[in-house]
């Protein structure tokens, strides 16, 4: 019998887990063949007291081969596996920890375009622009900076791509993809460092 393994992706699991099964980690192909080796036992983590552990393939062929030595296992990834173990809580606090984080980026975004705007000199080029546009430096300079703070503001809006709920369903935001990039950097760093 050949089966066929992918590894999922994001394996959390509770720390009060006995026994991590093929089924959890992997999905597994043909479906004809998944009933008789999902319940297989890739590795015992009962009473796990560490926040992740790293599962090798090797282990896995090992595991599976113990209990059903006629079956050959195909990899459709090669990577070993991350897994990490969580103990599941309320979080009381998080509100305030949001909060917290948004008020300090907020105000960081905030000095940064300022502290653009003084660098370059921003109301000299206002002026200027202004003074090519209509002949004077000084009028409706204010209107003029107005629309320019709010292009600001929703050139930001825009760019994170959560402005318009209906149409960016469809693709996640530049936010979201650095997320995912930085948290498959850490993945793979845990998994090499493991191995040494």
């Given at each position: 019998?050949?089966?066929?393994?992918?590894?999922?992706?994001?394996?959390?699991?509770?720390?009060?887990?006995?026994?991590?099964?093929?089924?959890?980690?992997?999905?597994?192909?043909?479906?004809?063949?998944?009933?008789?080796?999902?319940?297989?036992?890739?590795?015992?983590?009962?009473?796990?007291?560490?926040?992740?552990?790293?599962?090798?393939?090797?282990?896995?062929?090992?595991r599976i081969?113990?209990?059903?030595?006629?079956?050959?296992?195909?990899?459709?990834?090669?990577?070993?596996?991350?897994?990490?173990?969580?103990?599941?809580?309320?979080?009381?606090?998080?509100?305030?920890?949001?909060?917290?984080?948004?008020t300090i980026?907020?105000?960081?975004?905030?000095?940064?375009?300022?502290?653009?705007?003084?660098?370059?000199?921003?109301?000299?080029?206002?002026?200027?622009?202004?003074?090519?546009?209509?002949?004077?430096?000084?009028?409706?300079?204010?209107?003029?900076?107005?629309?320019?703070?709010?292009?600001?503001?929703?050139?930001?809006?825009?760019?994170?791509?959560?402005?318009?709920?209906?149409?960016?369903?469809?693709?996640?935001?530049?936010?979201?993809?650095?997320?995912?990039?930085?948290?498959?950097?850490?993945?793979?760093?845990?998994?090499?460092?493991?191995?040494?």
């Amino acid at each position: 019998m050949e089966i066929y393994l992918k590894p999922r992706k994001n394996l959390k699991f509770e720390k009060k887990i006995k026994d991590l099964r093929l089924e959890d980690l992997f999905y597994i192909y043909p479906s004809q063949n998944e009933e008789l080796v999902k319940d297989i036992v890739v590795a015992h983590v009962n009473g796990v007291n560490k926040d992740y552990d790293v599962i090798e393939l090797g282990d896995v062929i090992s595991r599976i081969n113990n209990q059903n030595s006629y079956v050959k296992v195909n990899f459709l990834e090669f990577d070993d596996l991350l897994v990490h173990f969580d103990n599941p809580k309320k979080d009381n606090l998080l509100f305030v920890r949001v909060l917290f984080v948004c008020t300090i980026l907020f105000l960081g975004a905030g000095m940064a375009i300022i502290n653009f705007h003084s660098d370059v000199d921003m109301t000299k080029s206002h002026k200027t622009i202004l003074r090519i546009l209509t002949g004077s430096e000084t009028k409706n300079l204010l209107f003029f900076q107005i629309a320019y703070s709010l292009g600001i503001g929703s050139g930001v809006a825009v760019f994170y791509n959560k402005v318009l709920p209906n149409f960016s369903k469809s693709e996640p935001s530049p936010l979201e993809l650095e997320v995912s990039t930085f948290k498959n950097e850490v993945q793979s760093y845990i998994i090499e460092n493991n191995k040494q």
